[in-house]
């Protein structure tokens, strides 16, 4: 069963630095999200991305947030200055359509900003 | 308005009992009400899901029922088993918005 990948599945990095979080959504699928859970919390939207732009994004998914699909395959997550309160499990999801069709996450890269 | 309550935050359940998990929502524009299963070390997974035009469906030991005039549903687990303990969130959404969670439930499933 085809499914989204999402690597390094742990990034550690210092405070102040850029990371960039890397998806390969399923293959015929049209949107992509990014959605983050801080240990033990629910998972919270940070941005929605279809026909290469934004089409909605949350209050947590601020300047320092931008988001990227390179190419035909990845999607990336980028976070320009990382602060503490970043650390999080940061999870790129997709679906074939809008509406209600099935959303698939990926296993999720966990990120610890020392 | 966006929010969606879930309760118990977490939930002990002896093997072959009934886990109960309950969600409400303010938004009447919400119109898709998934549940999602998630293990740890894993990304959440869809379990089942449901429109406001039915009031209950069921897939294997998985019920969700709807009661769309409290703005409550709720996520039945018959016949548990310790393979389901798991974490279990209600979300919803209404057309092109993402999807909004719940606070998730922490199921244990005791042999």
């Known amino acids: 069963e085809p499914e989204v990948t999402q690597t390094p599945s742990h990034q550690v990095t210092q405070m102040g630095q850029e990371v960039i979080l890397r998806c390969v959504p399923i293959?015929?699928?049209?949107?992509f999200y990014w959605y983050r859970q801080i240990l033990g919390q629910k998972v919270e939207f940070l941005v929605s991305?279809?026909?290469?732009?934004?089409?909605?994004k949350s209050e947590i998914f601020d300047d320092q947030f931008s988001v990227e699909r390179p190419d035909g395959s990845n999607f990336t997550l980028k976070i320009r200055s990382t602060k503490l309160e970043d650390s999080a499990m940061y999870f790129c999801?997709?679906?074939?359509?809008?509406?209600?069709?099935?959303?698939?996450f990926g296993n999720g890269t966990r990120l610890t900003v020392t | 308005q966006q929010q969606v309550k879930q309760s118990p935050q977490s939930l002990i359940v002896q093997k072959g009992g009934i886990s109960i998990i309950n969600c409400a929502y303010e938004?009447?524009?919400?119109?898709?009400f998934p549940w999602y299963q998630q293990f740890p070390g894993k990304g959440p997974a869809l379990l089942i899901a449901?429109?406001?035009?039915?009031s209950e469906k069921k897939e294997g030991r998985f019920t969700i029922s709807f009661n769309k005039s409290a703005k409550q549903f709720s996520l039945h687990i018959m016949d548990s088993q310790p393979g389901d303990s798991a974490t279990y969130f209600c979300?919803?959404?209404?057309?092109?918005?993402?999807?909004?969670f719940g606070s998730g439930t922490r199921l244990q499933v005791q042999p």
């Open positions: 293959s015929n699928h049209l949107y």
């Open positions: 991305f279809y026909n290469n732009e934004i089409s909605e």
């Open positions: 999801a997709s679906k074939m359509t809008v509406g209600y069709s099935p959303l698939h």
């Open positions: 449901i429109r406001p035009d039915v």
């Open positions: 979300a919803a959404v209404t057309g092109r918005r993402a999807l909004t």
């Open positions: 938004n009447t524009a919400f119109d898709y």
